[in-house]
C-alpha cells in the first residue's frame, strides 16, 4: 500500500463544505482607517447605492483609532455581511494597511478607497467595467485627467503633487497624470505576486505598486472630482512630500536607504551642531576645560538626538513617561558604543591607509550604522 492511500479520508468535512452557503465577491474595496468613526456608515451607504447590482465587500483596515471607528465598522458588520473590518494593533501606516487588505480579500477584483468621502464612489462601476473588458490591469482615479478636478487641495499639497507626477513619469516611463493617487482599482492576480516587494511605509502605495511591477502593468486613468472632508481631519499634510522622496530614494537604492534611516541620519548631522554649538559655549562661555566641555557637548548632542528621534523618526512607536527615561539612558549606551566603535574602525582604517577624512568617514558611518540598528532593536522596539 502506498504511504499516501493510508492518509485518513477527508470525505466528512468535505461534504459539510458542500453546504457553504456564498461564494466569494466579485469585488473587494479596501478602506484604510484612522480616527474615521463620523465617516464610516455614510461610507457604507454610498457603496451601497453605488455599486447596486454588484457582488461586492468592503474591508475597512482600521489601526485601532481610538474614536471608535473599529466599533462603528463592527456594529455595521453584525447586520451587513458585505462588511468586514481587520482591526491592526501596535502598528501605523496607510501603505501597510492597504497592502494588508488587499492581501485579504480573495475576490478577483481589489480597490483602495479613502474613508472621508473625497474619492468618488460613482466611479468604481466604472472602474470595475474597464477592468472586466480584460484589456487593464490596473484603473487609476485621477484628479488631473480632463474632467477631474482637485480644487478642494491646498495650494502646496497640488504643488508638490504636481511635482510628484512630473518625477514618476521621468523615473517609470508611465504616463500617469496622478500617480499620487488613493483611489485605484486592480486585478487580484496582478497585484499578490508584487505585494512582498512593496514598502509598508508611506502613503505612496499605488507608486508603489506601478514602480515594483516595472512595466508589466496595462494601466488606464479615470478623471473624478477630489471632494472636501466634513469629518475628521487629513492625516498627511505635513508629510505627503518627504514621504513620496523617501520612496524615490528607497527604490534607487534598492532598499538600502530607508526613510526611517535617512531622517536617523539627518537628526545625527543636527546632533553635530549642537554637539559643536554646545562645545563652543562651554569652552568660550563658561571657561570649562576642554575635555570637560566635550562630555557636556556629547550629553545636550545625545540627548537632543534621542528627542527629535523619538518624535520624528520612531514616531509611531513614540515613548513617553518612564519608558521615555528608561529609552533614553539606553541611547546614551548604544551612542557611547557607537562613538567607541567610530574610533576604533577609523583607526585601524588609518593604520592601513593613512588618509584622514576617509578613516573619518568609514569611521562615522559605522558609528551611525551600529547607533541605527542598535536603536531600532532596542530602544524603540516593536511594542
Ligand atoms: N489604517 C490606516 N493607518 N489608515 C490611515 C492611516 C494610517 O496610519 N493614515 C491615514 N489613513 C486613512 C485615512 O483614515 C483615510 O481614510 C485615508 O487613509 C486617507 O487619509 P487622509 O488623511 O484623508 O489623506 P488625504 O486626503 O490628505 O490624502 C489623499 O490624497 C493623497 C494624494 O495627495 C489620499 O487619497 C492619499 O492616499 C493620497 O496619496
Ligand atoms: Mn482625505
Not at 158 to 172: D, E, F, H, N, P
Not at 200 to 217: E, H, N, P, T, V
Not at 304 to 311: K, P
Request: proline share 4%; net charge neutral; charged share 20%.
Amino acid at each position: 500500500m502506498s504511504p499516501i492511500a493510508s492518509l485518513p479520508q477527508r470525505q466528512p468535512e468535505s461534504l459539510a463544505l458542500s453546504q457553504a452557503p456564498a461564494r466569494t465577491p466579485e469585488l473587494s474595496v479596501i478602506v484604510p482607517t484612522f480616527k474615521e468613526s463620523g465617516n464610516v456608515a455614510a461610507l457604507v451607504q454610498r457603496l451601497d447605492a453605488a455599486l447596486e447590482g454588484h457582488d461586492w465587500e468592503a474591508i475597512f483596515v482600521d489601526d485601532d483609532s481610538p474614536d471608535g471607528t473599529w466599533e462603528n465598522v463592527k456594529a455595521i458588520a453584525a447586520t451587513d455581511a458585505r462588511v468586514r473590518c481587520l482591526r491592526r494593533v501596535s502598528r501605523r501606516g496607510l501603505a501597510g494597511a492597504c497592502i494588508e487588505g488587499m492581501l485579504s480579500s480573495s475576490a478577483p477584483y481589489v480597490a483602495v478607497m479613502d474613508a472621508d468621502l473625497q474619492h468618488d464612489e460613482n466611479l468604481l462601476p466604472r472602474m470595475l467595467a474597464t477592468l472586466k473588458r480584460d484589456e487593464t490591469d490596473l484603473v487609476v482615479g485621477s484628479r488631473y485627467v480632463e474632467g477631474g478636478s482637485a480644487h478642494s487641495f491646498s495650494k502646496s499639497r497640488g504643488v508638490i503633487s504636481r511635482a510628484a507626477a512630473g518625477l514618476a513619469r521621468l523615473w517609470t516611463h508611465v504616463e500617469l497624470t496622478d500617480p499620487m493617487s488613493g483611489f485605484f482599482m486592480m486585478r487580484r492576480d496582478r497585484f499578490d505576486p508584487l505585494a512582498a516587494s512593496l514598502s509598508i511605509q508611506g502613503f505612496k502605495i499605488l507608486l508603489d505598486i506601478i514602480i515594483s511591477a516595472k512595466g508589466a502593468l496595462r494601466i488606464v486613468e479615470e478623471p473624478y472630482v477630489f471632494g472636501s472632508r466634513t469629518y475628521g481631519e487629513s492625516k498627511l499634510d505635513a508629510q505627503v512630500g518627504l514621504d513620496f522622496f523617501g520612496l524615490l530614494l528607497t527604490k534607487l537604492t534598492g532598499g538600502a536607504v530607508t526613510p526611517r534611516f535617512l531622517s536617523y541620519a539627518l537628526v545625527g548631522t543636527i546632533g553635530l551642531s549642537v554637539h559643536l554649538a554646545v562645545l563652543r559655549t562651554a569652552l568660550l562661555g563658561f571657561g570649562m576645560v576642554f575635555a570637560q566641555a566635550q562630555a557636556v557637548a556629547a550629553l545636550a548632542a545625545m540627548t537632543g538626538n534621542f528627542l527629535l528621534n523619538n518624535s520624528l523618526t520612531f514616531r509611531e512607536k513614540r515613548l513617553t513617561g518612564f519608558a521615555m527615561v528608561k529609552g533614553l539612558f539606553g541611547f546614551y549606551a548604544i551612542s557611547s558604543v557607537g562613538a567607541l566603535t567610530n574610533v576604533g574602525v577609523a583607526s585601524w582604517l588609518y593604520a592601513y591607509e593613512p588618509v584622514w577624512w576617509l578613516a573619518g568617514l568609514a569611521g562615522a558611518l559605522m558609528g551611525v550604522v551600529w547607533n541605527y540598528s542598535m536603536s531600532t532593536l532596542l530602544v524603540w522596539r516593536a511594542k
